[in-house]
Nanobody
Framework: QLQLVESGGGLVQPGGSLRLSCAASGFSLDYYAIGWFRQAPGKEREGVSCISSSGGRTNYADSVKGRFTISRDNAKNTVYLQMNSLKPEDTAVYYC??????????????????WGQGTQVTVSS
């Protein structure tokens, strides 16, 4: 069974950090571009960041540039999203998604074949 599982979400104070993980089972992520997306209550799902299958190209939404870093460890079949300097407006359910292609741009949720179940990130004092 092909599956993506996110972990690492939680409650953090403004200015804090979290690292999200997206682990694949049932298939290898080697040939898949990976995207991180988020959806806050009452809002549309938006792209946060993505990484090419080789890891050589990354893309970030303007709202997270300089604060978030995406990376991948194909040996562990896992993609990470390091989130620093978190703000209350980062509060959302975060999802990872995989699509069998090299390039991850554009940063849109359209076209991704596999999705995780999501992990809640809450930034609040």
């Amino acid at each position: 069974q092909l599956q993506l599982v996110e972990s690492g979400g939680g409650l953090v104070q403004p200015g804090g950090s979290l690292r999200l993980s997206c682990a694949a089972s049932g298939f290898s992520l080697d040939y898949y571009a990976i995207g991180w997306f988020r959806q806050a209550p009452g809002k549309e799902r938006e792209g946060v960041s993505c990484i090419s299958s080789s890891g050589g190209r990354t893309n970030y939404a303007d709202s997270v540039k300089g604060r978030f870093t995406i990376s991948r460890d194909n040996a562990k079949n896992t993609v990470y999203l390091q989130m620093n300097s978190l703000k209350p407006e980062d509060t959302a359910v975060y999802y990872c998604a995989a699509d069998r292609r090299e390039i991850c741009e554009p940063l849109t949720y359209l076209g991704y074949d596999y999705w995780g179940q999501g992990t809640q990130v809450t930034v609040s004092s």
